[in-house]
Every structure is written in structure tokens, then in C-alpha cells.
């Protein structure tokens, strides 16, 4: 209704867990709809339903339960701590579940979770994978930040989940402080780059004599293109991010396809940020790189071990940047949207596979490759 005016009234309401089925057991087309090659489900597809259930949740906890106002647009603004836990399978039914675990002035925060059911019709204890979606409100009529309503959780585990929502709002706000202060290289970083440079160097300027087990980052590279329709818009008129979030997954999957020479096995991703809309009839070009391959050592596997999502068989961890760029050929313009970081396992496809050593070009690489060794991405 175009006379309907925005939203004004909070509402304070209690966490409420929403959850669909999906009935692969008994429904032959739904398994056929996400099957992937190899006969498991395709994870990118579940990684844009969560995206689909997380703003249906955040939409009906901003909603005033006033039929006559103007509900809000709620845009997804950043997903983090993806992790797969188990693989997902076809023969039992899957159940995606979610519920709004903390609430800022204008941001909300979704827990979404996939859980596999077991034979008798029992739900797993644990989930096969997990993500933590945040979504900000804005006024359908200024597009300006929209108050939320308020949340009142009432079990010690929602009042836990709610504490470190608090906590990981204030490391995001301080985050954002010191990126903006800018700061120097440690003396560790330093010598990190530096080395990694002088590695590089012999594979760029004497290729034929430079250590065959690297390779430079440049040479990893993936890419696609293409151009976003009507129907992947949602509610404000935008690209769903669970669209984009997909179809990073697939260009990342397949370019660890293609370093590794054997499947990938995702295990998870880093926060990401969707620092810039993306508009229906935008040329969205996404670029995938291995910022960089561990062998299985003691750090490597720890880090496995985390996703508890392993195989006897799995011989490194590779780290995969993807960029998702909003190109406008009109205008001449390409402008960054989202970055993100994928983990996938690699297991074993003969017995004398190895993982070649990812090498910088430019200082700017180097950085990016401390970043996913030193800071646990």
C-alpha cells in the first residue's frame, strides 16, 4: 500500500527457532533437484537456502505485527563461521533450522543450522553444518537504518548466544577502528613477506630453474561471468546474497578441483562482508585464486580437525579467495561487492599427490597469504 507508513512501534519478542523439511527420502524430485555428480547434496545450493531462511526469519522478528505499516527491507550484510561439521546426504531428510540469536539498534543476528535426520526418524545430535547470518533494517521509505525490535532471551543458551553476539559486535566495531587507523607490519610479517617475495622472484624471472613443486598465485586463477536477472532479486529489489554466496562456492569448489587434482571436501568459510549492493542487470564477475595450499603437517591438521569434518586420506587444506566484482560496462566501472574465504580438505587421488606451494607476485598477495596462515581463516 503506497499510503502505508514505515514501521515506528517495537515490539520485544522472544527467540522462536523456524525450521522446513526437506523430504529427500521419500520425495524422488527434490533429490534429483540437489543432487550433486558424486550423489550428495550440492552445498552451494544449501548455503543459498540458508541465506533464503535466514531473511525470512530476520523479516518476522523486524515485522510490528501491524498489517497497516510498511514492514521493513532487510539486507543481508554479512555471513561468518560457516563450518561443516558431516557430510550432507540424499537418503535421510535434511532439516534447515534458524533463530534470531542477538539484536543491535539496527542489525540482528541469525544462528541457521542443517541437521541431518538418522534412521528411526531421529534428528542428529549435532548439525552437519552451521552458519551465523547478520541482516541490517532499513526504511522502506528513506532506505535509512531502521530501528529493530528488541530481544528478550530467556534459557541460559539463548542469554550465552545473545553475550557473544554483544562480544562479536564490539571486536567488528574495533576491527573496523584499526583498519581505518591503518597499521605497520610487525617485524614477523615483515620477514614473512620478504621471503615469500624472494621465493617468487626465481619463479618469475628464471621460470625454467624455479622450485616445480610452487607455483605462482596468478596461475590458479578461475573465473566467470555473468548477468544477474529478475529473479534472483529479493524484497528491496536486490540480488539475494545467498545467490552470489552460491555461486562463489561452485567457482571456488572448482578451482581447488583444479589445483588439487582430486575433490575438494568443504569444510568452511570466513566472515563475509557484502560491502556494496548488487542490482538486477549488473555483469557480475566473480575471481577465484589458492592463496595458499598446507601440507598435512601438525598445524594443518589441527586446524582439521576444528571443522571436525576429516578423512584418513585427506593430504593438505587449501585456502580460496573469491571476489565478486559489480561491473557496469556503461559507465566503465567495476567496483568490489564481496570477498570470500573458502576451506576445503584434500584427499588423497594416488599415492604420491602433493600440494604445490602457493607464491606471491606483489606484497599486496604476500599479505593476503599471512592473513589466511596467522589469523586462522
Given at each position: 500500500?503506497?499510503?502505508?507508513?514505515?514501521?515506528?512501534?517495537?515490539?520485544?519478542?522472544?527467540?522462536?527457532?523456524?525450521?522446513?523439511?526437506?523430504?529427500?527420502?521419500?520425495?524422488?524430485?527434490?533429490?534429483?533437484?540437489?543432487?550433486?555428480?558424486?550423489?550428495?547434496?550440492?552445498?552451494?545450493?544449501?548455503?543459498?537456502?540458508?541465506?533464503?531462511?535466514?531473511?525470512?526469519?530476520?523479516?518476522?522478528?523486524?515485522?510490528?505485527?501491524?498489517?497497516?505499516?510498511?514492514?521493513?527491507?532487510?539486507?543481508?550484510?554479512?555471513?561468518?563461521?560457516?563450518?561443516?561439521?558431516?557430510?550432507?546426504?540424499?537418503?535421510?531428510?535434511?532439516?534447515?533450522?534458524?533463530?534470531?540469536?542477538?539484536?543491535?539498534?539496527?542489525?540482528?543476528?541469525?544462528?541457521?543450522?542443517?541437521?541431518?535426520?538418522?534412521?528411526?526418524?531421529?534428528?542428529?545430535?549435532?548439525?552437519?553444518?552451521?552458519?551465523?547470518?547478520?541482516?541490517?533494517?532499513?526504511?522502506?521509505?528513506?532506505?535509512?537504518?531502521?530501528?529493530?525490535?528488541?530481544?528478550?532471551?530467556?534459557?541460559?543458551?539463548?542469554?550465552?548466544?545473545?553475550?557473544?553476539?554483544?562480544?562479536?559486535?564490539?571486536?567488528?566495531?574495533?576491527?573496523?577502528?584499526?583498519?581505518?587507523?591503518?597499521?605497520?607490519?610487525?617485524?614477523?610479517?615483515?620477514?614473512?613477506?620478504?621471503?615469500?617475495?624472494?621465493?617468487s622472484r626465481q619463479l618469475l624471472d628464471l621460470p625454467?630453474?624455479?622450485?616445480?613443486?610452487?607455483?605462482?598465485?596468478?596461475?590458479?586463477?578461475?573465473?566467470?561471468?555473468?548477468?544477474?536477472?529478475?529473479?534472483?532479486?529479493?524484497?528491496?529489489?536486490?540480488?539475494?546474497?545467498?545467490?552470489?554466496?552460491?555461486?562463489?562456492?561452485?567457482l571456488a569448489f572448482a578451482s581447488s578441483y583444479v589445483?588439487?587434482?582430486?575433490?575438494?571436501?568443504?569444510?568452511?568459510?570466513?566472515?563475509?562482508?557484502?560491502?556494496?549492493?548488487?542490482?538486477?542487470?549488473?555483469?557480475?564477475?566473480?575471481?577465484?585464486?589458492?592463496?595458499?595450499?598446507?601440507?598435512?603437517?601438525?598445524?594443518?591438521?589441527?586446524?582439521?580437525?576444528?571443522?571436525?569434518?576429516?578423512?584418513?586420506?585427506?593430504?593438505?587444506?587449501?585456502?580460496?579467495?573469491?571476489?565478486?566484482?559489480?561491473?557496469?560496462?556503461?559507465?566503465?566501472?567495476?567496483?568490489?561487492?564481496?570477498?570470500?574465504?573458502?576451506?576445503?580438505?584434500?584427499?588423497?587421488?594416488?599415492?604420491?599427490?602433493?600440494?604445490?606451494?602457493?607464491?606471491?607476485?606483489?606484497?599486496?598477495?604476500?599479505?593476503?597469504?599471512?592473513?589466511?596462515?596467522?589469523?586462522?581463516?
Amino acid at each position: 500500500d503506497s499510503k502505508a507508513l514505515p514501521q515506528t512501534d517495537l515490539v520485544t519478542k522472544t527467540p522462536q527457532t523456524t525450521s522446513i523439511r526437506y523430504p529427500f527420502a521419500s520425495s524422488a524430485a527434490m533429490r534429483e533437484e540437489y543432487r550433486s555428480p558424486w550423489g550428495k547434496v550440492r552445498l552451494g545450493k544449501i548455503l543459498e537456502d540458508l541465506d533464503s531462511l535466514a531473511g525470512t526469519i530476520a523479516f518476522m522478528h523486524c515485522d510490528d505485527d501491524n498489517p497497516t505499516t510498511m514492514p521493513h527491507l532487510i539486507v543481508t550484510a554479512s555471513v561468518d563461521e560457516i563450518h561443516q561439521y558431516a557430510p550432507l546426504h540424499l537418503d535421510t531428510d535434511l532439516i534447515l533450522a534458524g533463530v534470531v540469536t542477538w539484536v543491535g539498534k539496527s542489525s540482528l543476528s541469525i544462528r541457521m543450522e542443517a541437521t541431518q535426520e538418522e534412521a528411526g526418524g531421529c534428528l542428529s545430535a549435532t548439525p552437519s553444518l552451521s552458519a551465523d547470518f547478520t541482516f541490517v533494517a532499513r526504511s522502506p521509505a528513506t532506505h535509512a537504518a531502521a530501528l529493530v525490535n528488541p530481544l528478550h532471551p530467556i534459557t541460559p543458551e539463548e542469554r550465552a548466544l545473545f553475550k557473544a553476539g554483544d562480544l562479536k559486535a564490539l571486536s567488528r566495531k574495533k576491527a573496523r577502528t584499526a583498519a581505518a587507523a591503518g597499521s605497520a607490519d610487525t617485524p614477523q610479517k615483515h620477514d614473512f613477506v620478504t621471503k615469500l617475495l624472494g621465493e617468487s622472484r626465481q619463479l618469475l624471472d628464471l621460470p625454467s630453474l624455479g622450485d616445480s613443486r610452487a607455483i605462482l598465485m596468478s596461475q590458479t586463477r578461475q573465473e566467470n561471468t555473468f548477468l544477474c536477472q529478475p529473479q534472483q532479486r529479493n524484497m528491496a529489489g536486490r540480488v539475494f546474497g545467498g545467490f552470489i554466496m552460491r555461486r562463489a562456492f561452485e567457482l571456488a569448489f572448482a578451482s581447488s578441483y583444479v589445483f588439487a587434482g582430486s575433490r575438494p571436501i568443504f569444510l568452511g568459510v570466513d566472515e563475509i562482508t557484502f560491502q556494496r549492493p548488487v542490482n538486477v542487470g549488473d555483469l557480475l564477475r566473480l575471481k577465484a585464486c589458492v592463496l595458499h595450499a598446507s601440507a598435512m603437517d601438525a598445524q594443518t591438521a589441527n586446524c582439521i580437525q576444528k571443522s571436525k569434518h576429516v578423512t584418513e586420506d585427506m593430504v593438505g587444506l587449501l585456502h580460496v579467495e573469491v571476489n565478486a566484482y559489480v561491473t557496469q560496462p556503461e559507465n566503465a566501472t567495476s567496483v568490489l561487492s564481496n570477498t570470500f574465504n573458502f576451506r576445503f580438505g584434500v584427499e588423497r587421488a594416488h599415492a604420491d599427490q602433493k600440494l604445490k606451494k602457493v607464491l606471491p607476485e606483489t606484497e599486496v598477495e604476500a599479505r593476503r597469504i599471512w592473513d589466511v596462515v596467522h589469523m586462522g581463516i
